[in-house]
Every structure is written in structure tokens, then in C-alpha cells.
């Protein structure tokens, strides 16, 4: 018996090495498809942004006549970019092209494998569980938490930053276009468009609708909240104070476990809050 337990311990810490090494390969092999999406998004950032210049300012203008030479330049390159994603192809010497549809179905093929070996891992986990001591229960447990912590807390600073680009972005735009509206009315004239300001103000009200209706920031107050409270449930079950005093390691992992269940309950409830009233502001509008 204990021969069979040890050996499942093996195999549960072998799918783990496994585990880190296949998402320390997804994220090598990911890194270059990430900076090749940059590049490509800012190529198209630069054609779109020259077009609008032509739009706003007229081909015949200085900036417009430089933006017509911008939107060849970054639409050829656009183009490459696009071309060279998609190339694949081998001479005597080497393989040529970026080869991106490959890249995407390898990784898409990595990732289930990654999946699948979780659930194998978490099947042997489940039924190691009871063959643990408190101890080591425990201190698995709190291993998980640990996980929990930094995804809570990754989503809440994703919310957090989202949130305040949009604030930025709305303050700019409000800015502009009082000054369009009030003392810098000649830069209308100047542009020679007179839909500038109204599509600045669009701009204003439409990030304004979006921030209402997905709530950012109390989505990352709620995931901060949470991570924060799991965190101090794990700080006072390791040093034993306030509702956790004298408990043995088996009352302390039971204790730990309903205390952080039912906050993971309330983080569940506050976001099915959030959903129904984003649901029902747009039903409303």
C-alpha cells in the first residue's frame, strides 16, 4: 500500500514537472506570435491613422500629402507583413516564411495537451487527497489558494488598467472638444471638417456607455476584495489567530476551506450582480 501511494506521488509530481514544462514551451512558442501581432496592429494603427489624416486635413494639404505617401508605404507593408504570415516554404538551405497558420494550430495543440494533463493531474489529486495526512492537505490546499490569489489578482489589474485607459481616453476627448466648441473654433476652420467635434463628443459618450455598462472598476474592486480576503484567511490559519486558535491542522484546512468557499460564493453573486445590471442597463437603452 505504501509502495502504490508512493508511486502515485510520483506520477502526481512527474504530470506537474510535465504541466510547467509544456506552458514554459506554450509561452516560448507564443512569444514571437505576440510580437508579430504588434507589429502587424501597429502597421495598421499608422494606414488608418495616415487615411484619417487625409480625411481631416485633405490630400491637397502638407500633412495630407505625406499622409497619401504614408498610406502606400504602410499598405505595402501591411500587405508583406499579411503575405509573410502566410508564407511557408523550403529550398536546399532552410525554411523560409513565418509559417503563422502552423504556429497557430501548434499552439492550439499545445494548450490541449496542457488542458488534458491538468485533468489527469486533478484526477490524481482528488484521489491522493484522502490518502494525505492534515498536514499535507493543508499545505496543498494553500499551494491552490496561492493560484487562486494571483488570478484574482491578475483579472483585477486587467479591469484596473482597462478602466483607466478609458478614463484618459474620455478626459481627452472632453478636453478637445470644449476647446473645438469654445475658444479654438478656428481649428474647425482650419481642418476644414466640421464633423470633428461631433465625432470627439460620439467618441466621449460611447466610452462613457461602455464603462457604465461593464462596470471595470467594480469588477477589479471585487477581484482585489476577494484576493485580499483569501490572503488573509491563509495568514491568520498559518499563524493560528483569531478564529483559528488551537485548532489542529485538520480543523484549520476545514476552517480554511468553508471560510474560503464562501468567499468564493460572494465574488460568484457580486459578478452574476454585475452581468444582470450591465443586462438589464442595455435592455433599458
Not at 58 to 85: C, D, E, K, R
Request: aromatic letters at 12%; charged letters at 25%; hydrophobic letters at 40%.
Amino acid at each position: 500500500m505504501q509502495d502504490n501511494n508512493e508511486t502515485e506521488q510520483q506520477e502526481y509530481l512527474d504530470l506537474l514537472m510535465e504541466i510547467e514544462e509544456k506552458k514554459h514551451e506554450y509561452k516560448t512558442k507564443r512569444r514571437p506570435m505576440i510580437w508579430y501581432r504588434n507589429i502587424i496592429l501597429l502597421v495598421l494603427m499608422l494606414l488608418l491613422t495616415a487615411i484619417a489624416n487625409v480625411g481631416i486635413f485633405g490630400p491637397n494639404s502638407y500633412i495630407g500629402g505625406w499622409s497619401i505617401l504614408g498610406i502606400f508605404v504602410f499598405g505595402i507593408l501591411f500587405i508583406g507583413l499579411l503575405y509573410y504570415f502566410m508564407m511557408n516554404y523550403f529550398d536546399s538551405s532552410a525554411e523560409h516564411g513565418f509559417d503563422g497558420v502552423s504556429k497557430i494550430r501548434n499552439l492550439a495543440d499545445l494548450k490541449d495537451e496542457i488542458d488534458w494533463l491538468e485533468i489527469k493531474t486533478g484526477m490524481l489529486k482528488a484521489h491522493q487527497t484522502h490518502l494525505l495526512s492534515a498536514q499535507e492537505q493543508y499545505e496543498l490546499y494553500t499551494d491552490e489558494l496561492v493560484h487562486a490569489i494571483r488570478n484574482y489578482q491578475r483579472k483585477a489589474n486587467r479591469n484596473r488598467w482597462l478602466y483607466f485607459a478609458f478614463q484618459m481616453i474620455i478626459i481627452a476627448c472632453s478636453l478637445f472638444v470644449g476647446g473645438l466648441t469654445s475658444g479654438l473654433t478656428n481649428l474647425i476652420s482650419i481642418f476644414g471638417n466640421h464633423w470633428i467635434a461631433p465625432a470627439f463628443s460620439f467618441a466621449v459618450s460611447f466610452l462613457t456607455a461602455i464603462v457604465t455598462l461593464f462596470r471595470p472598476r467594480e469588477r477589479a474592486y471585487n477581484l482585489q476584495q476577494t484576493a485580499d480576503a483569501i490572503q488573509y484567511e491563509i495568514d491568520c490559519a498559518n499563524r493560528r489567530i483569531y478564529g483559528y486558535k488551537l485548532m489542529t491542522d485538520r480543523e484549520a484546512y476545514t476552517k480554511l476551506a468553508e471560510e474560503v468557499e464562501k468567499l468564493r460564493n460572494d465574488q460568484r453573486k457580486r459578478q452574476q450582480q454585475l452581468e444582470q445590471a450591465s443586462e438589464s442597463k442595455q435592455n433599458a437603452d
